[in-house]
């Protein structure tokens, strides 16, 4: 059973930047994985913000998040990170990775995952 922990997440003003981490467990390579990320706010529903496929190549954006984010990969490391520049309140959200064995491409589709992190918190306010 893959487990994946998120990390990097706080408190950030408006207009900072985080670089959020998610981590497998010792024993798994995430890039026999396709890796998700997505948030969720207060009363909202669960958006996917960006994905990797190492496999493939490929990685996506939602188009909510612009060129703020990017998705990159530490095979050495078995991580994969989120980095979110110019952040403003409404990137205000707990933000969770997600990973899918055996494939290739990603979707910004939170029903296409297997496995998810506890996720971490991201607060963007002066």
């Known amino acids: 059973q893959l487990q994946l922990v998120e990390s990097g997440g706080g408190l950030v003003q408006p207009g900072g930047s985080l670089r959020l981490s998610c981590a497998a467990a010792s024993g798994f390579t995430l890039d026999y994985y396709s890796i998700g990320w997505f948030r969720q706010a207060p009363g909202k529903e669960r958006e996917g913000v960006s994905c990797m496929s190492s496999r493939s190549g490929v990685t996506r954006y939602g188009n909510s998040v612009e060129d703020r984010f990017t998705i990159s990969g530490d095979n050495a490391r078995n991580t994969v990170y989120l980095q979110i520049d110019r952040l403003q309140p409404d990137d205000t959200a707990i933000y969770y990775c997600?990973?899918?064995?055996?494939?290739?491409?990603?979707?910004?589709?939170?029903?296409?995952?297997?496995?998810w992190g506890q996720g971490t918190q991201v607060t963007v306010s002066s």
């Open positions: 997600a990973a899918r064995p055996r494939a290739i491409g990603c979707l910004l589709e939170k029903t296409w995952y297997n496995y």
